[in-house]
T-cell receptor, first 111, second 113 residues
Framework: DGGITQSPKYLFRKEGQNVTLSCEQNLNHDAMYWYRQDPGQGLRLIYYSQIVNDFQKGDIAEGYSVSREKKESFPLTVTSAQKNPTAFYLC??????????FGSGTRLTVV | QKEVEQNSGPLSVPEGAIASLNCTYSDRVSQSFFWYRQYSGKSPELIMSIYSNGDKEDGRFTAQLNKASQYVSLLIRDSQPSDSATYLCAVNTLNTGGFKTIFGAGTRLFVKA
């Protein structure tokens, strides 16, 4: 079955540590996205990529970095510069007219 | 600031009733409109997309779009306890180089058995 695979499902980060969230897709979609979800808030865009080797900052890119070396993969690194990283992170691909297909998410907690 | 507004709820309806979820948006040039369902602790899944004024039906779900009034709604007929979830409204607007999606914060729906 085609879809978006995110790992790990739960991730714990210590102060000053960088962590990387994995996102892989087999839908053959060009566009991939990272969103952050906090309780009571809408999804906020961190980064997106419309084509391999190219990506753009979203609304809340500070403290995050991404790469897009392969069409199938779009990993997100949460750096130590992100001071409030505890959230639910969602990776998605987009294909008109179907909208977004989301992965199962990674729940990141600072310990 | 482009916005998408939803009543946070919770909206509580009895089993078998019609649930009506509403969403308003601020950008008049918005083009595409989506409803996603999100169960607690899970990721959103697409229920409906609508692009032109009027109604679009899919099973028990009907999306309604009124661009002049800048609102989009989702009706769920014969509501079931399994419909209990948070429903996210999403709107695509034009942006430099393409489009941007703005998500509402969601409406929590409870269907009482």
């Amino acid at each position: 079955d085609g879809g978006i695979t995110q790992s790990p499902k739960y991730l714990f980060r210590k102060e000053g540590q960088n962590v990387t969230l994995s996102c892989e897709q087999n839908l053959n979609h060009d566009a991939m996205y990272w969103y952050r979800q906090d309780p009571g808030q809408g999804l906020r865009l961190i980064y997106y990529s419309q084509i391999v080797n190219d990506f753009q900052k979203g609304d809340i890119a500070e403290g995050y970095s991404v790469s897009r070396e392969k069409k199938e993969s779009f990993p997100l690194t949460v750096t130590s510069a992100q001071k409030n990283p505890t959230a639910f992170y969602l990776c998605a691909s987009y294909d008109r007219p179907y909208g977004y297909t989301f992965g199962s998410g990674t729940r990141l907690t600072v310990v | 600031q482009k916005e998408v507004e939803q009543n946070s709820g919770p909206l509580s309806v009895p089993e078998g009733a019609i649930a009506s979820l509403n969403c308003t948006y601020s950008d008049r040039v918005s083009q595409s409109f989506f409803w996603y369902r999100q169960y607690s602790g899970k990721s959103p899944e697409l229920i409906m997309s609508i692009y032109s004024n009027g109604d679009k039906e899919d099973g028990r779900f009907t999306a309604q779009l009124n661009k002049a009034s800048q609102y989009v709604s989702l009706l769920i007929r014969d509501s079931q306890p399994s419909d209990s979830a948070t429903y996210l409204c999403a709107v695509n607007t034009l942006n430099t180089g393409g489009f941007k999606t703005i998500f509402g914060a969601g409406t929590r729906l409870f269907v009482k058995a």
